[in-house]
């Protein structure tokens, strides 16, 4: 297993690897669409981080994780990523809306309005929002053997030596959030959304947890 930063021809595999971990072919039924919101998922972290690392085995990316540094460079690539996520939209857009498969973006603005909602709540609350973990998966093939672990720590590292006391994170009960649990995490804020996927109601609990990193 290799770790190392992040590259722009990654993003193909990590968006694959969103797909796979948050099921986001899920939420549209055309496989335009769900490319679409996949590859517009990893970019909207990318413009919302200012580390990225990657595992690879034999040339395949099996696991990244993402975080951001107040007061940290973002990543390179940032005027790219925003004009790639503005011609997602559009595209989405415009296939969903000849499809009737326009959800997919409303179901996403949902998760980022209990987001929003979450870091207020826990602001108000006395919590410190700067340094944050965007962006954590190892794919269903390699779970297990300790690679979320390196990931994980790595991010830590980073935040550490950026000059991090703190440092918070988005999940729901989709994710694997029991990880940060038995590290120790706190859960500062909760919140119940619901959600249309394939066509069925689903209420979702949306957790922000804080740590010291
Ligand atoms: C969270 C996640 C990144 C951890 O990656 P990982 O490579 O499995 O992590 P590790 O192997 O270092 O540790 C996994 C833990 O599960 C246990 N485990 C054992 N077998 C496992 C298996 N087959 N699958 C998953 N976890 C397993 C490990 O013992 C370990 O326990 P610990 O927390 O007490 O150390 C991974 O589960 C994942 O991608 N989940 C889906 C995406 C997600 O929810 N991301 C985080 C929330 S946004």
């Known amino acids: 297993m290799t770790y190392r930063p992040l590259r722009d021809t990654d993003l193909e595999a990590v968006s694959h690897l969103a797909q796979e971990a948050f099921g986001l072919r899920r939420y549209a039924s055309s496989p335009t669409v769900q490319a679409a919101v996949r590859r517009i998922y990893v970019l909207h ?16 990316v ?27 939209m559009t595209k989405a857009l415009a296939v969903g809306a000849t499809r009737g498969d326009t959800g997919a973006l409303k179901e996403i603005q949902i998760f980022e309005g209990s987001y929003e909602q979450l870091r207020r709540r826990a602001s108000a609350a006395g919590a410190r ?74 209420d979702v609990d949306t957790f922000l947890y804080t740590g010291r990193p």
């Open 45 to 60: 972290c990318l413009t919302s981080s200012t580390f990225a690392e990657v595992a690879e085995v034999d040339g395949e």
């Open 62 to 88: 099996v696991g990244v994780v993402m975080a951001r540094a107040a007061g940290q460079r973002k990543l390179p690539g940032q005027g790219l990523y925003r004009v790639r996520t503005a011609l997602l």
């Open 129 to 202: 929002l700067d340094h944050e973990l965007t962006l954590f998966i190892v794919s269903g093939c390699c779970r297990g053997q300790g690679v979320g672990s390196r990931l994980y720590a790595d991010a830590l590292t980073y935040l550490r030596h950026s000059g991090a006391k703190s440092f918070h994170l988005y999940t729901d009960t989709g994710c694997s959030y029991e990880f940060y649990e038995r590290r120790g995490l706190e859960r500062v804020a909760s919140d119940t959304i619901t959600l249309r996927l394939e066509d069925a109601l689903e």
